[in-house]
């Protein structure tokens, strides 16, 4: 006789039409014989038959298109996640590049700046320099009042426009050749 | 069939109107497991979108030598099985058994709305634990078989069928506890009266 447990194994079976014949005999007289397995196996069949009855459930309007909209989101999310850590890379790749040149610029700067010399000098050696840009800007001073009083009045007022005149035509080239850029559009 | 696999295809290449089509294909599949599993509409719709978002993203694990459907059937029951895993402790009113609902005195029009068949679903299968209602929902709603099912919950056949033989009895003596019960507070009912 077979058990109780190995009949309710059965009955699984015999739901989803799975039994052999044998085993449905079995399942049979069992049932036959066991009120205990009859009632359940009438529950079963009855819970079977609730689920195999109940319809899919439809998912709500414009789900598809929510669906969608999200991968659209996190597709664009993944790209700017990409672009962010491409461009670190590349950052990172600048740096490394340029470190041992700037590291050896550095050096030879932090040399330069202890040098006991330029220490002990340094100041003078500054005193210097504006002593020699006094002497230019006193120099051109010179040039300008020495061509003034030289030249006319009118040849230096034509000069300068001149000098202006051919400022602004430099300047309106340059500018309307930056502004006249277009780049070129198929349309096709 | 042959049109699915261009879709599969074309979505891999980054087609995403390729993707829509498998999702309108497969929406109510995904949308009725996710429901049955969970047993809200809100959640459903939550669930289904991430399971379909999952799939969208491992898309190259996919092997064609298998059923789209039942791979993707298998990772929204993976992501829905996680989700009652993560609410397990704090425990809602859908997961209490029909009979402890039906012998509430407290609101008898809300028992009344819950004996409708929908609803007596949803609470039998709320009895179950979430992978015993994986299998169940796959086998009666999507007509999963044996083997599908065995893929889709990364287990064996003789597992599978054993899942479902705990799961029937569980439902089955379930329903029965219940039955005797009613039958019980009626024929006290019954003595009290007469």
Redesign the interface.
């Known amino acids: 006789m077979t058990s109780c447990q190995d009949v309710g194994r059965l009955m699984s079976l015999a739901l989803d039409q799975s039994l052999t014949q044998s085993e449905a005999r079995c399942l049979e007289e069992h049932l036959r014989q066991c009120p205990t397995c009859q009632e359940e196996w009438e529950s079963m069949q009855r819970v079977s038959r609730l689920f195999a009855d109940a319809p899919l459930m439809e998912p709500p309007p414009g789900f598809a298109d929510r669906v969608m909209r999200r991968v659209a989101q996190r597709q664009a999310r993944r790209q700017r996640l990409l672009a962010g850590a491409a461009l670190l890379v590349v950052c990172l790749s600048l740096v490394a590049l340029a470190l041992p040149e700037t590291i050896r610029w550095l050096a030879l700067l932090w040399q330069v700046i202890t040098e006991p010399y330029l220490l002990s000098h340094g100041a003078k050696m500054v005193a210097q320099l504006l002593d020699l840009a006094e002497a230019l800007g006193r120099a051109c001073w010179l040039v300008t009042t020495a061509l003034s009083s030289s030249l006319n009045q009118p040849v230096l007022l034509g000069y300068s426009f001149l000098v202006l005149v051919l400022t602004a035509l430099w300047i309106r080239l340059v500018a309307g050749r930056r502004g006249g850029y277009r780049p070129v559009v198929n349309n096709v | 069939m042959e049109e699915e696999t261009v879709w599969i295809q074309q979505a891999l290449a980054g087609d995403?109107e390729a993707?829509?089509c498998l999702?309108?294909a497969y929406?109510?599949?995904v949308?009725?497991l996710a429901?049955?599993m969970l047993g809200n509409?809100a959640e459903?719709?939550d669930a289904?979108?991430e399971a379909?978002?999952k799939a969208?993203?491992r898309l190259n694990t996919y092997n064609s030598e298998r059923k789209f459907s039942s791979w993707l059937l298998a990772i929204a029951s993976h992501h829905c099985i996680d989700r009652l895993r993560q609410r397990r402790f704090a425990l809602s009113l859908d997961e209490l058994p029909p009979w402890r609902w039906l012998s509430s005195s407290r609101r008898p029009e809300e028992v009344v709305i819950r004996s409708e068949?929908?609803d007596?679903?949803r609470q039998?299968l709320a009895q179950l634990p979430p992978h015993y209602r994986a299998a169940?929902i796959l086998?009666?709603?999507h007509d999963l078989s044996?083997q599908e099912i065995a893929e889709a919950t990364e287990t064996t056949e003789s597992a599978v069928?054993?899942t479902?033989?705990r799961a029937?009895?569980m439902?089955?003596?379930g329903?029965?506890a219940h039955q005797n019960k009613q039958a019980v507070s009626l024929s006290q009912r019954a003595v009290a009266e007469g």
Do not use: G, I
Request: net charge positive; no cysteine; proline share 0%.
């Open positions: 995403q993707f829509a999702v309108k929406q109510t599949a949308y009725n429901y049955r509409a459903a719709e289904a979108q379909f978002l969208y993203t068949e929908r007596e679903v039998l169940v086998r009666y709603w044996y069928k054993s479902l033989y029937r009895r439902l089955a003596q329903t029965l």
